[in-house]
C-alpha cells in the first residue's frame, strides 16, 4: 500500500527548518567527535518511518562533507508489535543513503552488539523504554553519530504502559506511577546537543545545539620503542589508555615469587575500551608464554558471558593477525573459549575460578561481582587482572573501589599496579549526550561528603527517619536526595542498574525511605516493596506450583511452608538497605529497621522480611535486629556465590505463630540438608541459622541411641576407634546438639560445634576442616573425641575412664536432662 510506504506523507517545513538547524552545528559536531541526539515523537508509525529516515539521510550527507567515511546504522525494535514493525519497514523502504549500512535487531539481542561501533543508532521506544537499553546501547555510537529516540507523542508519553513499567506491577499495585519517562523528559529539555520533534503537531519542541568548546583532536597514539609483546599487538590500540594497559599486561608475563601475586586493577568510565585493551594484552600474554609452557591457560569471568564479547572479538582479531590457528566456542550465542592447539583463553562464571587452575586470571566487570567472590578469586591466583566500569550500567565500580581494592592495597604480598583509563573510545571526553546518559540514569551518583557535625549526630544517633515520595525525588527540588540515595547504592551494593532507578520512580509498590543527619546529608537508604494480601484463588493456585508477580515472601510461605493462611497478611519486604560507606558499623541500619519497623506497625502491617546474599557479618546483622531464617535457596548465586536467604521479623502474634513454626521447620530441613545441598555452607554461617530460634525438641527423645552404639561411643571416645567408624553415632548427636535448646545441650565451646556442624553434619574432609578453621589436624582430632567423651558422660553419667563393656545390661537413662 501506498500509504505505508510514505509516498502519499510529505515532509513538513517544521521538520526541515528542525533539519536544518541541526545543520549549521554538523561541522562542529563532526570535528569535535561529539554526539548528538534526536527525538522524534508520534502517534503515526508511517509518518515517523518516514521522518527518521530523512534525518539519517540529511545527517549522513552533511556529515560526509567533513570526514568522507563509510557508515554503520543500527535500528533496534519490538517486533512483537505490528505497529513497530511498520515504522521499521517504513524507515528501511524510505532510507535513500550512499555510504551507510544499517544492521536491524530487536532489543532482547541487542547485548550483542555491546562492543560494537555505529555512527547511527535508531531505538524504537514507542513500545518500550527499558532503562537497562538507554545505558546499553547509548553508548555504542561513535562521536560525529547521530542517535534517534522514536517516542510516543510527546504530551503523552508520560503515562503510556511501556512494557517496562507492565513489567514491575504487581496484581495488588496494578498501576504504575508514571515517574521514570517524565524526569527522562526533562533531561532532554535540559541538556544541549539534543533536538526533539512533535510529528503529531508538526513543530520543533527543542532544536539541536551545541553548547561546549570544541577542543582539539585527540593524541597521536604511540607506541613503546622496547616491548616484550610483538609491535603488531600494540597496533590494535585506539587510545594512549589502551596502549598503557597493554604495556602494563606485559608485566605478568613472570611468574611472582612463592607467596606472592601480582594484580593489575583497570578503572575506567564506560565506553574508555578496558576490555578490548585486555583481550589484546591476553593474547600478548599467550604469545610470550607459549615460549615457556607448553599450553598457557588464560581464564575470563564477569557477572555474564555478554559481559565478555568485547575481550573475545579483540582476541580473535589479534590472533589472526599473529597467525594463530583456534577454534570458536559459542554458548548461546556469545563466545566462551577461544581454543587453540596449545593455548586457550576460557570464559567461566565467577563461582567457578577458585576452583580451576589457571596461568592468568582476568576478572572483567569486576564491580558487579560481589566482594566475597573477588576475594576467593583473588586468594585462588598469583596473576591477575581486574577490570571494571567506575560508572555504567554494568555495576558500581566505586564500591569495588572501596570494599575491595582496599584489601589489595593492604595485602603486603600482593604487588599491586593501578590504572585509570579516562579517553573515550568512541567520541570526545567532553561528549554532551555522555554527560546526559550520566545524569538520566545517575551512573555517577556520588553519597554526601560528611562533615564532623555530621559524625557527630550519628554518634548521638541525631538522626532522621525519612518517608520519601518518589516524585518528590525525581523533580528538581529533590534530585539532590535522590543522587545521595543511588549514591550509596552504588557504593555498597555489587550490582546497580538503571532499572533499579527506574524501579524505585514508577514500580506501585516500591516505596524509598532514609536516615538523614541534621544537616540533611543522607547516610542511609532504604528501598522496600509492599508484598502479600493476596486473594484466596491465587493462594490455592500458588499451592500447587502457580506464580505471582513480587510478593517472594508469601510464596516461599506457600510453596515450600504450605501455610495458606499467611496470604491474607501484609508486609514490606525490604529490597536493599545501604549505608554510608564511611559510616558503617556504627548502627545506623539497626537504627533505620527500628524506626522501619515502628512505622510498618503504625500502619497496620503484619511483617517486615528481607533476603539477601548470606554471609556471616550480614546474617549476624539481621539476626540480631529480630529477623528469623526462613527460607534459604538450593544454590549459590553464579555471580555472587552466596546462597540467598530469606529472613522475617513478625509484627503481632498471629503473625509470630507463623514465623516461629516456619523456622522450626526451616531449621529442621537444613539438619537433614547440609550434608546432601548445603555440604560446601561456612561452617560460621550453618552455625548461626541452627542456633537462631525456639527449641525443636525439649528433651532427648528414647531409645535414640542402641546399646550397641553407646559403646562404639565410649570406644571413639577412649581412642581406638577413629571417627570415620563412628560417623553414624556423631551424625546424630550432631543433630541432637542442634535440635535441643542451649540451656539442655552438652556444653561445647564454639570451636568444637564448628567441628560438629563441618564433620559430623556437612561430612566435610579433615583437610576442609583444617583450611576453614584454621586448626591443626591434631587439633581437630582432639576436639572432635572430647565432643563424644562429653556426649558419653551425658548419656550415661558414667565416667569414659571407668565404663566397663558389657552392652547387653547398659545402664544409661535417655531422658536425661542436659
Not at 84 to 105: C, G, H, M, S
Not at 289 to 299: A, G, H, S, T
Request: charged share 30%; with cysteine.
Amino acid at each position: 500500500m501506498r500509504i505505508e510506504s510514505g509516498e502519499d506523507y510529505t515532509i513538513p517545513y517544521s521538520f526541515q527548518r528542525f533539519l536544518r538547524l541541526y545543520g549549521k552545528v554538523i561541522k562542529d559536531i563532526v570535528k569535535g567527535r561529539f554526539r548528538t541526539l534526536m527525538v522524534i515523537s508520534g502517534s503515526d508509525p508511517v509518518f515517523m518511518g518516514l521522518l527518521a529516515a530523512k534525518a539519517i539521510q540529511y545527517y549522513e550527507r552533511q556529515r560526509h562533507r567533513y570526514d568522507k567515511k563509510k557508515y554503520s546504522g543500527l535500528y533496534v525494535y519490538h517486533d512483537e508489535f505490528d505497529d513497530a514493525v511498520l515504522l521499521k519497514e517504513v524507515f528501511n523502504r524510505n532510507l535513500n543513503i550512499k555510504y551507510t549500512e544499517f544492521q536491524y535487531a530487536v532489543y532482547e539481542r541487542s547485548e550483542r552488539y555491546l562492543g560494537s561501533t555505529f555512527s547511527f543508532l535508531i531505538m524504537d521506544l514507542t513500545k518500550d523504554l527499558k532503562p537497562n537499553d538507554l545505558g546499553r546501547l547509548v553508548g555504542i555510537v561513535e562521536g560525529g553519530g547521530l542517535i534517534i529516540l522514536l517516542t510516543p507523542p510527546w504530551d503523552q508519553w508520560d503515562t503510556y504502559m511501556t512494557i517496562f513499567k507492565r513489567n514491575i506491577t504487581v496484581p495488588q499495585f496494578p498501576e504504575p506511577r508514571h515517574i521514570f519517562i517524565k524526569w527522562v523528559k526533562s533531561k532532554l529539555l535540559k541538556h544541549d546537543s539534543i533536538g526533539i520533534y512533535d510529528a503529531d503537531n508538526k513543530r520543533i519542541i527543542k532544536k539541536i545545539e551545541l553548547k561546549r568548546e570544541i577542543k582539539s583532536s585527540e593524541e597521536k597514539i604511540q607506541i613503546p620503542q622496547n616491548t616484550l609483546f610483538p609491535r603488531r599487538v600494540y597496533e590494535f590500540a585506539l587510545t594512549r589508555d589502551q596502549v598503557e594497559v597493554i604495556k602494563l599486561m606485559e608485566q605478568l608475563y613472570e611468574k611472582p615469587r612463592k607467596g606472592k601475586k601480582k594484580v593489575i586493577v583497570i578503572t575506567a568510565d564506560r565506553g574508555r575500551g578496558k576490555s578490548c585493551a585486555v583481550g589484546i594484552g591476553s593474547v600478548g600474554l599467550i604469545h610470550v608464554l607459549r615460549k615457556v609452557k607448553p599450553k598457557p591457560r588464560i581464564l575470563v569471568t564477569a557477572p555474564s558471558p555478554s559481559n565478555v564479547q568485547s575481550l573475545m572479538m579483540l582476541a580473535r582479531k589479534v590472533l589472526d593477525a599473529l597467525g594463530y590457528k583456534y577454534e570458536v566456542i559459542k554458548r548461546e550465542g556469545n563466545v566462551i573459549e577461544l581454543r587453540g592447539e596449545k593455548f586457550s583463553i576460557e570464559y567461566w562464571e565467577p563461582i567457578n575460578i577458585p576452583r580451576i587452575r589457571g596461568d592468568i586470571v582476568i576478572v572483567d566487570e569486576a564491580a558487579g561481582i560481589h566482594v566475597p567472590m573477588l576475594h576467593k578469586i583473588w586468594m585462588s591466583h598469583n596473576r591477575l587482572v581486574f577490570s571494571t566500569t567506575i560508572h555504567g550500567y554494568e555495576g558500581a565500580g566505586r564500591g569495588f573501589s572501596v570494599r575491595f581494592l582496599t584489601k589489595i592495597r593492604n595485602d603486603k604480598n600482593t604487588q599491586l599496579i593501578e590504572y585509570e583509563m579516562t579517553e573515550p573510545i568512541r567520541y570526545s571526553i567532553n561528549d554532551p549526550i555522555e554527560e546526559w546518559q550520566f545524569k538520566t540514569l545517575l551512573l555517577d551518583a556520588e553519597p554526601a561528603e560528611l562533615t564532623s557535625e555530621d559524625v557527630k549526630d550519628i554518634e548521638e544517633k541525631n538522626l532522621i527517619y525519612v518517608e520519601y515520595d518518589p516524585r518528590y525525588l525525581f523533580s528538581e527540588k529533590g534530585e539532590e536526595e535522590l543522587r545521595q540515595l543511588f549514591g550509596i547504592y552504588v557504593l555498597a551494593h555489587y550490582r546497580n542498574e538503571p532499572d533499579d532507578l527506574g524501579m524505585i520512580a514508577d514500580a506501585p509498590h516500591h516505596i524509598v525511605r532514609a536516615v538523614k543527619t541534621r544537616s540533611g546529608k543522607i547516610v542511609c537508604a532504604l528501598q522496600i516493596a509492599y508484598e502479600g494480601r493476596i486473594d484466596k484463588d491465587t493462594a490455592s493456585e500458588l499451592l500447587k506450583g502457580g506464580r505471582i508477580p513480587g510478593n517472594i515472601i508469601p510464596d516461599r510461605f506457600l510453596k515450600h511452608l504450605r501455610y495458606k493462611g499467611f496470604a491474607e497478611l501484609f508486609g514490606w519486604r525490604i529490597v536493599r538497605i545501604a549505608t554510608h560507606p564511611q559510616v558503617q558499623g556504627r548502627g545506623i541500619g539497626s537504627w533505620a529497621l527500628s524506626k522501619l519497623s515502628e512505622e510498618a506497625i503504625s500502619k497496620g502491617l503484619d511483617w517486615v522480611a528481607a533476603g539477601f546474599g548470606v554471609n556471616y557479618e550480614l546474617l549476624r546483622f539481621w539476626l540480631k535486629n529480630g529477623f528469623y531464617p526462613l527460607h534459604i535457596s538450593p544454590d549459590r548465586n553464579p555471580v555472587s556465590g552466596e546462597y540467598t536467604l530469606l529472613v522475617i521479623k513478625p509484627l503481632n502474634k498471629k503473625t509470630e505463630e507463623y514465623v516461629l513454626k516456619a523456622n522450626k521447620e526451616f531449621r529442621l530441613k537444613l539438619l537433614d540438608s547440609l550434608p546432601i545441598v548445603y555440604r560446601d555452607m561456612e561452617i560460621s554461617v550453618a552455625m548461626q541459622l541452627l542456633d537462631y530460634g525456639d527449641s525443636l525438641i525439649s528433651e532427648v527423645p528414647n531409645n535414640i541411641f542402641s546399646p550397641v552404639q553407646i559403646d562404639r561411643l565410649w570406644i571413639y571416645c577412649m581412642g581406638p576407634m577413629t571417627f570415620e567408624a563412628a560417623a553414624d553415632i556423631m551424625h546424630k548427636l550432631a543433630k541432637l546438639h542442634w535440635l535441643l535448646s542451649k540451656d539442655k545441650r552438652v556444653e561445647l565451646s564454639r570451636i568444637k560445634e564448628a567441628i560438629l556442624i563441618g564433620k559430623a553434619l556437612q561430612g566435610k574432609t579433615w583437610e576442609e576442616l583444617k583450611s576453614e578453621l584454621r586448626l591443626h589436624l591434631k587439633e581437630l582430632h582432639k576436639f572432635a573425641r572430647d565432643i563424644a567423651c562429653k556426649y558419653f558422660r551425658a548419656l550415661t553419667r558414667k565416667d569414659p575412664e571407668i565404663h566397663e563393656p558389657g552392652v547387653e545390661k547398659l545402664d544409661y537413662d535417655l531422658k536425661i536432662i542436659f
